[in-house]
């Protein structure tokens, strides 16, 4: 697959990645190179190997529902860049809630 | 003119009711102090990892099993990507296309007692996010705040997402619809369901379309219900709203409105156009869920009686009225309680008179559940056959059920220890008459003169003689007699 046919500027903005024209250029040919490379899979006969959604075989890791420690919050707000009373403060969101 | 019809689907979140959050062991609590119910997982810390509360699994696999939905045989947690400060992993865990529950039936009912069905599309478990409170504003709209304050107690709680077919067609509908998912919830014991406490939130979308078309129209998603009423509110205002747009040659746009409750109208939300790229895939950190078939059949024939079919059968085989018949369903210790009684023989209409009056007004001046009183169900279909078999009137009845609340115990053997047992021999209630008829000459005459309504008064005073132990109509019968 060629960079052609992938949106940089898209993908760095779901990202909030900031790209200067020279870099879209840059990535979009990185990004084409790996798209090339991961194609090779498309060669191989897939036909009998079933969908599958993890690598590894374990299913239903499961943990019994009870209640364990928590942080100290002191703890947890030290790791805050910024913090307000028992709140961490965060920049202005301006999209609205999902 | 052209008349037209809405079309809305339902999209409901409900919190679990677990001890734990989905993917860590913090408490899943309401409230408390901000940041207090966070750990490594729940806050996204470097290498911890989620692992998933098995409670949470089956609560979602029973509540889908209460609507009839399909547990296909493997289910699997995908992330969805979105940056907002609510998650700190900057993805929630949610379920993108093999949900624990496919498709289902919601059945409801209407006030005017109709029944009616409403397709579930899916139900699936994902993490809630936190709590953020947007501050620096002065009006609290998020589009005016300079910053906002994030608390992560919520974040990780599990949460059960419903999201319904687009078969209800009124704010009526939608909410007959969101009161059937509420009793179901509350009696599967899966959440509280508390909406005032964010325990379920729903949004809607509407559209509209000409009456007899089958095509749907261009609907908007309707956010920030915080009540059954703002729910009722919303959706009508809508309506209203696209039907005046269409009516004035305009089309409907498809776009996120939410509901302001103080000026009564939904407005537009602004939103950017790839906020709906969540770029779901599976998540590596959780490996799938292969369903066990004979769990779900043990969950399945674990299910109690729903709601709806309590509502149908207290209509149908007991006749009783549709608001008698939802305040019992309501409350499941009710109608189990209730459901004892008839089952010991008390009749539907009585027992449900004496459940839903007496009962619970004496539940309510102590303060004490009618399902933890004194008076065993057994004991009130008991004091029900006294009544039916006449061996008591009803004014007794009263004193004996305060008497049973007060003390407990069987009504026939206070009846018998008291000689409470209403007599009906003509003989005996004849004395009682003519003590009244002596004792009241005035009354008497007046009856004479054609003041017919003074018989209830003579009536009264047979019974007040008798210690309400004569059968009232045989007294009735027999002042009749004599003052005729």
Redesign the interface.
């Given at each position: 697959m060629s960079s052609d046919n992938i949106d940089i500027r898209y993908v760095a903005k779901l990202a909030r990645i900031e790209l200067t024209d020279d870099e879209v250029e840059r990535f979009g040919r990185q990004l084409g190179d790996l798209l090339e490379h991961v194609k090779t899979l498309h060669d191989l006969d897939t036909a009998a190997v079933p969908a599958t959604a993890q690598v590894v075989e374990s299913r239903n890791v499961a943990r019994a529902d009870a209640v364990g420690r928590c942080l100290e919050h002191e703890t947890v707000m030290q790791m805050a860049p910024q913090r307000q009373g028992a709140f961490f403060r965060v920049p202005r969101i301006i999209s609205e809630e999902s | 003119m052209t008349q037209y019809e809405a079309v809305i689907g339902i999209e409901c979140h409900v919190e679990l009711k677990?001890?734990?959050k989905m993917f860590?062991?913090?408490?899943n609590r309401f409230g408390g102090?901000?940041?207090?119910?966070?750990?490594?997982v729940c806050?996204a810390?470097p290498g911890a990892l989620p692992?998933?509360?098995?409670?949470?699994?089956l609560q979602v696999i029973r509540a889908g099993l209460a609507f009839g939905a399909e547990i296909p045989a493997f289910s699997?947690f995908d992330r969805k990507?979105?940056?907002?400060?609510?998650m700190p992993k900057d993805y929630q865990i949610s379920q993108y296309d093999?949900p624990l529950a496919q498709g289902g039936v919601v059945r409801y009912w209407l006030d005017d007692g109709t029944t009616k069905e409403c397709r579930l599309t899916r139900i699936h478990l994902e993490e809630d996010?936190g709590k953020?409170?947007?501050?620096?504003s002065g009006d609290g709209r998020?589009?005016h705040?300079?910053?906002?304050?994030?608390?992560?107690n919520r974040a990780g709680v599990p949460l059960m997402e419903c999201v319904s077919e687009p078969d209800i067609r009124s704010a009526e509908e939608a909410v007959g619809f969101l009161d059937a998912l509420k009793r179901t919830f509350v009696q599967l014991g899966v959440s509280d369901v508390k909406m005032e406490e964010g325990s379920l939130r729903c949004d809607a979308n509407v559209s509209i379309r000409p009456v007899g078309s089958k095509d749907l129209g261009t609907k908007a998603e309707i956010?920030n219900m915080n009540s059954f009423r703002s729910v009722s509110r919303a959706i009508e205002s809508e309506i209203a709203r696209q039907i005046a747009v269409v009516a004035a040659g305009g089309r409907v746009v498809q776009e996120?409105r939410?509901w302001d409750e103080l000026a009564g109208t939904t407005h537009s939300?602004?939103?950017?156009e790839?906020?709906h790229?969540y770029?779901y895939f599976?998540d590596?950190d959780?490996?799938?869920?292969?369903v066990d078939r004979t769990v779900v059949e043990r969950l399945r024939s674990l299910m109690a009686d729903l709601p709806i079919a309590r509502f149908e059968r207290y209509r149908g085989s007991y006749g009783l009225g549709v608001a008698q018949a939802t305040q019992l369903v309501d409350t499941p210790q009710l109608a189990e309680y209730f459901d004892s009684c008839v089952g010991a023989g008390g009749g539907g209409q009585q027992a449900a008179n004496f459940v839903l009056g007496d009962l619970s007004r004496l539940a309510n001046e102590t303060q004490t559940p009618v399902w933890e009183s004194s008076v065993a169900p057994q004991d009130l279909a008991e004091l029900i056959g006294l009544v039916q078999s006449k061996t008591i009137n009803s004014k007794i009845a009263k004193d004996l059920l305060l008497r049973m609340w007060n003390g407990g115990g069987s009504p026939k053997a206070l009846v018998e220890h008291e000689g409470l047992a209403q007599t009906s021999d003509p003989g005996s209630v004849e004395r009682f008459v003519d003590e009244v008829l002596a004792a009241h000459p005035k009354v008497v005459a007046d009856y004479k003169a054609g003041k017919t309504n003074v018989m209830g008064f003579l009536v009264g005073q047979v019974m007040k003689q008798s210690r309400g132990k004569a059968n009232p109509a045989l007294a009735g019968e027999l002042l009749a007699q004599k003052l005729g």
């Open positions: - | 677990t001890k734990s860590c062991a913090c408490p102090e901000p940041n207090a119910h966070v750990c490594p806050l810390l692992v998933a509360n098995e409670e949470a699994i699997k990507n979105y940056f907002y400060p609510d093999m996010t953020s409170t947007h501050a620096g998020i589009a705040s300079s910053y906002s304050l994030v608390d992560f956010k996120t939410g939300m602004r939103s950017k790839e906020a790229d770029r599976p590596p959780l490996v799938p869920i292969e």
